[in-house]
């Protein structure tokens, strides 16, 4: 079998493109939508400073590695969870990377500076750790950009994840969540820096492949907190169907994109406004991230920035 562009060998078919590359035209494939992602939602320029949210997955350090490959401005923001094995793998994973491309890497360790780790918060706060991890690392990563002067904070979201994440906010018909289901947030008056997903043009397989083929060093199993996550649930469903039908969530989730453009949806009418207790921005009297906190033992409440590793 010979790829389509060059005649090589083959490494890599993608079923929903009905595309088959060698290693080189999947590479240049993989990285030109990554380009066109950001040159068509206007993500970023040149002369933008990029915090890449990296957890030491496939799809941060293949984010970075793009990003840094094309030349841009950018630095990493790691959240340590403090969950045993998985965290001092991932953590370990990150800071080579980091070495190995001479950048820098800022990490928020949980256990330093709430004496607890995900686990122990997620139990003292009676709340799935999904949900709790979730809103420690946007706080975190929006706090730290805005503190630090980077103008966009970018994330490894992929394809699989955004269509995941639609499917789940259509089923509860969350029209607040779906105003937000964007490649790209923003930045507002209020305090939120501009959030980018350059990989929602790309599924996790490709994701995965690119990363293994330019030899990235990632953790690979599963964050073992997310077993319960209902969005694995949601991956799974949308599996099934792509399954016997290629191409189903990039339609399902570009369609959405663009029919949004076409017809938005009402605009949000959440006002938002200075939390008195941390200065972020909330709709809330106090935002969710000091909600969690308070519910805290006290010497659990203190809020630590990000060290330099």
């Not at 994701?207 to 599963?222: H, K, P, R, T, W």
């Not at 959440?270 to 969710?288: F, R």
């Amino acid at each position: 079998m010979r790829c389509q562009k060059c005649h090589q060998k083959v490494v890599i078919k993608i079923s929903r493109a009905n595309a088959k590359y060698c290693k080189a035209c999947f590479i240049g494939y993989f990285e030109h939508q990554v380009r066109r992602a950001i040159t068509k939602e206007r993500m970023f320029s040149p002369e933008d400073r990029i915090l890449v949210a990296v957890s030491g997955g496939k799809d941060s350090l293949a984010l970075w590695q793009v990003l840094i490959q094309a030349g841009y401005q950018t630095a990493a923001l790691h959240i340590d969870l403090g969950i045993e094995r998985y965290s001092e793998s991932s953590s370990e994973k990150v800071v080579q990377f980091a070495a190995r491309h001479g950048q820098k890497v800022y990490t928020h360790r949980l256990k330093e500076a709430h004496q607890l780790g995900i686990v122990e918060l997620s139990g003292e706060l009676d709340r799935p750790p999904c949900s709790a991890c979730g809103v420690i690392k946007r706080y975190q990563f929006n706090r730290f950009a805005m503190e630090n002067g980077y103008t966009v904070v970018a994330t490894g979201h992929n394809l699989d994840d955004e269509a995941a994440r639609l499917l789940g906010n259509v089923l509860r018909w969350q029209n607040e969540y779906l105003l937000k289901q964007s490649p790209v947030l923003e930045k507002n008056e209020e305090g939120f820096v501009k959030k980018v997903k350059p990989l929602y043009r790309l599924s996790e397989y490709e994701v995965a492949a690119y990363s293994f083929l330019n030899g990235i060093d990632y953790v690979v199993e599963e964050c073992p907190m997310s077993e319960s996550s209902p969005m694995l649930v949601y991956k799974k469903a949308l599996n099934l169907i792509e399954h016997q039908s290629p191409g189903t969530k990039q339609q399902f989730y570009l369609s959405f994109l663009d029919n949004q453009k076409k017809s938005p949806l009402p605009p949000s009418t959440m006002a938002l406004h200075s939390c008195p207790a941390c200065g972020q921005p909330t709709s809330s009297e106090v935002c969710g991230y000091c909600k969690i906190m308070s519910r805290l033992p006290g010497p659990a409440q203190k809020v630590g920035g990000p060290s330099l590793t």
